[in-house]
């Protein structure tokens, strides 16, 4: 079992910065898959960003050029930079963790979810 928890959501205002954090425990050896999920009121959850040990990224493209993902094995924690971040970026983030084939975005484990809101 690998239990996840975000933390650095909160209110920003357009154009700002700001990173989140998912610190990773347990069974986080069997872990080769890491990505950010993002969900929206009345919108489905979409795929923001996703790492694996190899060092394979993917950015959805509302956010290719300003979030960037990356991923402490040392801290056993994974990591998204947002910049520049628009309205069009709130929503609940969360953070998931599998073992899966790269490109399937099936993930095992799930945190509880971090809001972020965008002020315009």
């Known amino acids: 079992q690998v239990q996840l928890v975000e933390s650095g959501g909160g209110l920003v205002q357009a154009g700002e910065s700001l990173r989140l954090s998912c610190a990773a425990s347990g069974s986080t050896f069997s872990v080769n898959n890491m990505a950010w999920y993002r969900q929206a009121p009345g919108k489905e959850r979409e795929l923001v960003a996703a790492v694996n040990s190899g060092g394979n990224l993917y950015y959805a493209d509302s956010v290719k050029g300003r979030f960037a993902i990356f991923r402490d094995h040392a801290k056993d924690t994974l990591y998204l930079q947002m910049n520049r971040v628009i309205p069009e970026d709130t929503a609940m983030y969360y953070c998931?963790?599998?073992?899966?084939?790269?490109?399937?975005?099936?993930?095992?484990?799930w945190g509880q979810g971090t809001q972020i809101t965008v002020s315009s």
């Open positions: 998931a963790a599998g073992d899966g084939e790269w490109g399937l975005w099936r993930y095992d484990y």
